[in-house]
């Protein structure tokens, strides 16, 4: 097992760098550049951001000279080729000196740990309720397949399945936030205004409350793949030939269920746990957030390919991307640790 996790560990190296270096050339194709933009809102054609050097810059009726473009084609470092700007991103990042924003005027670490409050919220507790519900939600249908019970929870998940996520939110929003029925849930941010000023029990009741609406919105187009995900991957079991050993050696349904299908069906949907747990942290919605006014890190991935914002684009982009593949690796991981049967010789051999 060693020898493949060293072998995997080394072939993120090339896939990190494959598509770091194939987004950084689709950047250098893309109209309305930082310094395009720069130019446009110093000449006064676009609104939005803080002009800097804007004094020094613009002349007037005249608009921008050669000279002073080329001024501000330095500053923003696309005087070098782009060979030497990919090779000096790559060497920071290594270290991950991320660099500063465009738009922001931060740096892009600062700003990504002021967003991910409210991705970890929405992508923690999403995931927390879609596993905790889905699981024993998908093992009753399973035992209860073609019941009424499974019926109707079928068509209700189905149906929340084929609703989108911003719709639910604006009909959440208009019967529980104010809207034309009940004033029942907040619908801006995390916390309130006064949460500063509250007792430890309030302000987790505060924050516990403002989370409500969205996390519904998130959660429920999730637990429909969720639920029959697990459904399926039990009755697969269920209608194996070793369970019908089982019951005809007298054993009861709850020990034939826990002692002998629950640790094989459990397989398929414990192995994507590492994955889906570590992502969750950094997960982002930008309808969602919109909706209810939560600045997090959909939003501002949204804002940044928008306003041309690259080191937030490309150090984003080169954290998560390492996060991505860390978290596959480990949901490869756990198919050994879940099914001691599996092991990793025979891709090791080849």
Same mark, same amino acid.
């Given at each position: ?6 072998r995997r560990l080394l072939l993120m190296i090339p896939t990190l760098f494959g598509i770091m270096l194939t987004t950084f050339v689709i950047t250098q ?100 309720i879609v596993y905790l519900t889905c699981i024993p939600l998908g093992i ?25 996520? !911003?719709?639910? +939110? #604006?009909?959440? =929003?208009?019967?529980?936030?104010? *809207? @034309? %029925?009940?004033?029942? /849930? ?75 299908? !629950?640790?094989? +069906? #459990?397989?398929? =949907?414990?192995?994507?746990?590492? *994955? @889906? %747990?570590?992502?969750? /942290? ?69």
């Amino acid at each position: 097992m060693a020898s493949y996790i060293l072998r995997r560990l080394l072939l993120m190296i090339p896939t990190l760098f494959g598509i770091m270096l194939t987004t950084f050339v689709i950047t250098q194709f893309v109209p309305g550049g930082p310094v395009e933009r720069m130019i446009a809102q110093i000449e006064g054609r676009t609104g939005g951001g803080e002009v800097r050097a804007a004094h020094t810059l613009y002349q007037g009726n005249k608009g921008l000279d050669q000279e002073r473009i080329a001024q501000l084609t330095a500053l923003y470092g696309f005087d070098r080729p782009p060979l030497e700007r990919f090779l000096v991103m790559m060497k920071n990042y290594l270290v991950f000196d991320f660099g500063e924003s465009y738009y922001h005027h931060r740096t892009v670490v600062d700003l990504v740990i002021s967003k991910l409050p409210v991705s970890m919220s929405l992508g923690l507790w999403s995931f927390l309720i879609v596993y905790l519900t889905c699981i024993p939600l998908g093992i009753k249908k399973a035992m209860q397949d073609g019941s009424r019970f499974d019926v109707f929870t079928s068509s209700v998940i189905l149906v929340g399945y084929a609703i989108p996520g !911003f719709v639910l +939110a #604006i009909v959440l =929003i208009v019967l529980f936030g104010g *809207g @034309s %029925f009940w004033n029942l /849930f907040p619908l801006r941010g995390l916390v309130s205004d006064n949460w500063a000023q509250m007792g430890l029990a309030a302000k987790v009741l505060d924050y516990l409350w403002h989370m409500v609406l969205p996390i519904i919105s998130i959660a429920v187009g999730s637990l429909a793949v969720m639920t029959l995900l697990t459904k399926n991957s039990f009755l697969e079991e269920i209608r194996k030939q070793y369970v019908l050993t089982a019951r005809a050696k007298g054993l009861s349904e709850n020990r034939i269920l826990y002692r002998h299908i !629950f640790r094989n +069906a #459990i397989i398929p =949907i414990i192995t994507g746990f590492p *994955g @889906s %747990f570590i992502t969750a /942290f950094f997960t982002g919605s930008l309808l969602i957030e919109t909706i209810f006014s939560l600045d997090g890190m959909g939003l501002l991935a949204y804002d940044s390919i928008m306003n041309r914002d690259y080191p937030v684009v490309m150090g984003t982009l080169y954290f998560f991307t390492i996060i991505g593949l860390i978290s596959r690796l480990l949901s490869d991981l756990s198919y050994v640790m879940v099914d001691p049967r599996i092991t990793f010789e025979s891709v090791e051999s080849k």
